[in-house]
């Protein structure tokens, strides 16, 4: 399955310029089962990367743009009156789809905000009693800048813990926006994009990724590092045990993109920081990322 993944980052290169290491990090929610929230600030590229994933794979997109006067049957759907039949339909909400691209998602209310939780973790909705599950499968990309804060309403710690990675795009650099310029000229859109892979390959590699060998040793060391947040003076609220299968699958997932069928230390290290840092809850203006960092190097390998 190499070649599918090779494939999978043609393709989205044909969109995005550079970014290659968060891209990879995107890919690795995606693989593990998981969910992305992207912190950055608006036009470096996040709703084209979520499109461009989602034609990649041949899957469907749908967009949300949380605002504070969402209402939670905007994202999951709700039951209509049929004067035809006499009877209550189901209208389908926008989390119907395989990537969701929920924007801004600290703008909307907490109220609406839950309203993702259930389908986050079980990959379903349950509305006046009927649970209906999503289509498979099913990758949520959600954003936030965090710069701006006028008018948003930060995310609790139950909805942060569902999302397997956080990450930032960032600014390209000179070259790449040179490059964003000059691609211009080509005609290549998000619209002439191909599908690369199908739904039934993304199983498949989603299956060959958990088939990834993690020694007990490596698992020691993750667990090791997860307690160790718990234990430290400066963290209100360490990673819980969610976070700790989060690590691993995202562990498991980096060594595949990495065509490897096992996993190295060196893998726990360069996930550690996305994958832990934003379920800490830190005091004294402390950093959460800095406290990652530090555990990194204090925490020694089995």
């Not at 929230?37 to 996040?46: A, I, N, Q, T, Y």
């Not at 819980?240 to 995202?250: E, F, Q, W, Y």
């Not at 832990?276 to 809850?281: K, P």
Request: charged letters at 20%.
């Amino acid at each position: 399955m190499r070649e599918s993944i090779d494939r999978l980052l043609h393709n989205l290169g044909q969109t995005m310029v550079g970014k290659q290491a968060a891209i990879r990090l995107v890919l690795v929610a995606l693989f593990s089962g998981g969910h992305a929230l992207l912190e950055d600030v608006p036009g470096v590229g996040k709703t084209l990367l979520a499109k461009s994933l989602a034609r990649s794979i041949d899957g469907q997109f749908q967009r949300i743009q949380c605002t504070p006067d969402l209402l939670p049957a905007d994202v999951t759907g709700t039951n209509i009156w049929n004067p035809r039949s006499g009877e209550f339909e189901f209208l389908p909400g926008p989390v119907f789809t395989h990537v969701l691209l929920a924007d801004e998602i600290n703008r909307a209310t907490p109220r609406t905000q839950s309203a993702l939780l259930e389908v986050m973790e079980e990959q379903q909705v349950t509305i006046d009693g009927v649970s209906r599950h999503v289509p498979s499968p099913f990758f949520v990309i959600a954003t936030q800048n965090p710069v701006e804060y006028q008018g948003t309403f930060p995310l609790p710690e139950a909805q942060m813990d569902r999302f397997a990675l956080a990450l930032s795009l960032g600014y390209p650099s000179e070259a790449e926006e040179l490059q964003m310029l000059q691609r211009l000229q080509t005609g290549i859109t998000i619209d002439s994009l191909k599908p690369c892979l199908t739904l039934a390959e993304m199983a498949e590699l989603r299956r060959l990724c958990m088939a990834v060998r993690v020694e007990s040793h490596l698992q020691q060391y993750m667990l090791d590092l997860v307690r160790a947040t718990r234990q430290q003076e400066d963290v209100i609220l360490g990673v819980s045990p969610r976070g700790t299968v989060a690590l691993h699958r995202a562990v498991q997932a980096y060594a595949f993109l990495e065509g490897r069928n096992y996993a190295i230390p060196d893998d726990v290290k360069f996930l550690a920081p996305p994958v832990l840092a934003h379920r800490l809850i830190v005091s004294g203006g402390q950093k959460a990322a800095a406290v990652v960092d530090r555990l990194l190097r204090s925490v020694a390998i089995p």
